[in-house]
């Protein structure tokens, strides 16, 4: 098993804990019925079938990172995804499609990618978790998201018992979504990427990240650039896992921006009159995706706003709320999640939604 997602720490544990709070980046979570962790697809899909004949309840874990898991835990077999494994399935003279195994830490391919000269992922440098969790939510930032690279994806269907390859066109990627968000049908087993081959990052079209890298919007730099100063950006914001900083024992961020239509939008720009224009970003088909870091400071609840058990908005990044004690309950967390909520809403008439996947637990 892996040595970089959650394990159990002391020597008087069984290497598979059933507290899922070991495998959570909140640090949170009650016991399940069982853990196996799979090191490889095979092991992987035995696990799956064996619950499944058990009829036993699934959950497929792997970097716990976007994960709430309520304080009674999981009833079921939470299976581990723990497989590692990258290589190389097609090259021609301007691309590398690299097929990677669903457990193969994240951020270790991007480091990959980029000491190899392969663009398309740099910004997605930091992001803590699985590779095979990347399609689950599309997952993005600064400007890049997976689906832009992602050519399919390998699953094993529960429905039907067999494995299957799911082309990019057929997986309902959206912003923070996929066909396979909220949906235990489909495990993830290995990713396919298509990458340019460049010493350049794609254009960078995120202005922060601009600004930082001192160039305009739409320009190239250095791959190796790229991923530096996102990994400063992110550190900066308590956005990379750092087991010394209670900031970020996190989901990252806990609600999506909300994705409002122009007659939501201008309500909503009504509402805040008095206090300024709601940063938004225009996406197709007349919508406006708003800032919910904004909403929520607005609101009144700041960075370093407190929960109940040392629950607390991050003091570095209003978008995500901590287990800073590193005692609390979920209980405590989802109750401050509930009053950011309910106050936002109260405040603009916005309803904001959790990015992370809620189990046995509800905001
Ligand atoms: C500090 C911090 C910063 C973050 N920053 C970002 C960010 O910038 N952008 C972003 O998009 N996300 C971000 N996240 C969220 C999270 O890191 C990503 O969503 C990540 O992809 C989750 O990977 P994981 O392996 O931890 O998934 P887990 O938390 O283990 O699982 C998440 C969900 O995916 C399912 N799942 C996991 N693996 C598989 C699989 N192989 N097959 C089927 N289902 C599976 C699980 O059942 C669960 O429903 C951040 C999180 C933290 C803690």
Same mark, same amino acid.
């Given at each position: 098993m892996s040595d970089v997602y959650a394990q159990p720490t002391t020597g008087t544990e069984p290497a598979t804990t059933t507290e899922l709070a070991r495998y959570t980046t909140l640090r949170l979570g009650g016991p399940a019925g069982r853990v196996v962790a799979g090191t490889d697809a095979d092991e992987i899909?035995?696990?799956?079938?064996d619950a499944a004949g058990r009829d036993e309840q699934i959950l497929i874990l792997a970097g716990g990172s976007n994960v709430v898991i309520g304080d009674a835990g999981f009833p079921g077999t939470v299976v581990l995804v723990r497989s590692r494994?990258?290589?190389?399935? =097609?090259? #021609?003279?301007?691309t590398v499609t690299v097929r990677v195994e669903a457990g193969e830490p994240w951020d270790d391919l991007v480091a990959t990618t980029v000491a190899n000269g392969w663009s398309g992922l740099e910004c997605l440098s930091g992001i803590p978790g699985s590779t095979g969790a990347t399609p689950i939510q599309n997952v993005g930032a600064y400007g890049q998201e997976v689906a832009e690279t992602i050519t399919g994806v390998h699953v094993h269907d529960?429905?039907?018992n067999a494995n299957r390859w799911i082309a990019a066109a057929d997986c309902g990627f959206a912003y923070r979504s996929s066909v396979f968000k909220h949906a235990d049908r489909r495990i993830v087993l290995s990713v396919d990427f298509r990458l340019a !081959? %460049? *010493?350049?990052?794609? *254009?960078?079209?995120?202005?922060? /990240?601009a600004r930082a890298l001192g160039v305009r919007v739409g320009d190239r730099v250095p791959l190796a650039d790229a991923r530096a100063t996102v990994l400063r950006l992110r550190a900066g914001?308590?956005?990379? /896992? #750092?087991? =010394? #900083? *209670?900031?970020? !024992? %996190?989901?990252?961020? $806990?609600?999506?921006?909300?994705?409002? #239509?122009?007659? =939501?939008?201008?309500?909503?720009r009504a509402r805040a009159a008095d206090i300024g224009e709601p940063p938004g970003w225009p996406g197709a088909g007349d919508v406006v995706k708003v800032s919910a870091a904004w909403l929520i400071d607005k609101a009144g609840f700041g960075k370093g706003h407190p929960g109940p058990q040392g629950? =607390?908005?991050? %003091?570095?990044h209003t978008l995500a709320l901590t287990n800073r004690s590193g005692t609390a309950s979920t209980a405590a967390l989802v109750e /401050?999640?509930?009053?950011?909520?309910?106050?936002?809403?109260?405040? $603009?008439?916005?309803?904001?939604h959790p990015e992370p996947v809620l189990v046995n637990c509800a905001i």
């Open positions: 899909v035995r696990a799956v079938r494994g990258l290589r190389v399935v =097609a090259e #021609d003279a301007d529960r429905v039907g !081959r %460049s *010493p350049l990052s794609g *254009p960078v079209r995120y202005a922060e /990240l914001k308590g956005m990379v /896992l #750092d087991a =010394a #900083d *209670p900031d970020t !024992r %996190s989901v990252g961020s $806990f609600f999506t921006n909300p994705v409002l #239509d122009t007659a =939501a939008y201008e309500l909503l629950v =607390a908005i991050s %003091s570095k /401050l999640a509930r009053e950011i909520r309910d106050g936002v809403h109260r405040r $603009f008439g916005v309803t904001l």
